[in-house]
């Protein structure tokens, strides 16, 4: 069954940039659908931060997305998150899932989610 | 303050049924798919229903979901207490452009 894994370090300094990566198996990402990643901050609710497609085609939260970045490598299987300049109101857990694309917005299979805290 | 609004709190007695709204506009609800999800406690999130009222393979037909106008609702029969978790509803807003969660239902099942 297709599975996501996300992985990066758990500690960011305030100012540097937060880069994670999501590992895709038994599913190749060539094969279509869109790839996301979404955020909860601790105590609150989940906030989308981004989606890519195979081609590299990308979009992301309006809020965010001037320090965001989603890259995929078809190669590896996986898609990453970079966002720069990360502050405090950035320490959140980070999940990446797959997402049905093409204005739907739905995620049927999340990774198990990395906490990430911004902290000198 | 979340684009979709959810009540932050529902209960009910176990078998009972139970309905989760998410309030929204024409940017979003009124002409966007809404999609369901249960988190349960230090978990990720659960697809529960997408495409307004479709449920993915494997999930109980005691969830439903419906919309109408800029509103959609998640509704649960034959409550268990292993559905006690949080409930969020998104949906992509057009006004935005960007997709949207609502701000959570904690379900206690009492």
């Known amino acids: 069954q297709v599975q996501l894994q996300e992985s990066g370090p758990g500690l960011v300094k305030p100012s540097e940039t937060l880069s994670l990566t999501c590992a895709v198996s038994?599913?190749?990402?060539?094969?279509?659908?869109?790839w996301g990643w979404i955020r909860q901050p601790p105590g609150k609710g989940l906030e989308w931060v981004g989606s890519?497609?195979?081609?590299?085609?990308?979009y992301y939260n309006p809020s965010l997305k001037t320090r965001v970045t989603v890259s995929v490598d078809t190669s590896k299987n996986q898609f990453s998150l970079r966002l720069s300049s990360v502050t405090a109101a950035d320490t959140a857990v980070y999940y990446c899932?797959?997402?049905?694309?093409?204005?739907?917005?739905?995620?049927?299979?999340w990774g198990q989610g990395t906490m990430v805290t911004v902290s000198s | 303050q979340s684009v979709l609004t959810q009540p932050p709190s529902v209960s009910a007695a176990p078998g009972q049924k139970v309905t989760i709204s998410c309030s929204g506009s024409?940017?979003?609800?009124?002409?966007?798919?809404v999609s369901w999800y249960q988190q349960l406690p230090g978990t990720a999130p659960k697809l529960l229903i997408y495409?307004?009222?479709k449920r993915p393979s494997g999930i109980p037909d005691r969830f439903s979901g419906s919309k109408s106008g800029t509103s959609a609702t998640l509704g649960i029969t034959g409550l268990q207490t292993g559905d006690e978790a949080d409930y969020y509803c998104?949906?992509?807003?057009?006004?935005?452009?960007?997709?949207?969660f609502g701000g959570g239902t904690k379900l206690t099942v009492l």
């Open positions: 024409s940017s979003n609800i009124g002409n966007k798919y």
């Open positions: 495409e307004n009222n």
């Open positions: 998104g949906t992509w807003d057009t006004s935005l452009y960007s997709g949207v």
């Open positions: 899932a797959r997402d049905y694309g093409d204005y739907v917005f739905a995620f049927d299979i």
């Open positions: 038994d599913y190749s990402i060539s094969s279509g659908y869109y």
């Open positions: 890519i497609y195979r081609s590299g085609s990308t």
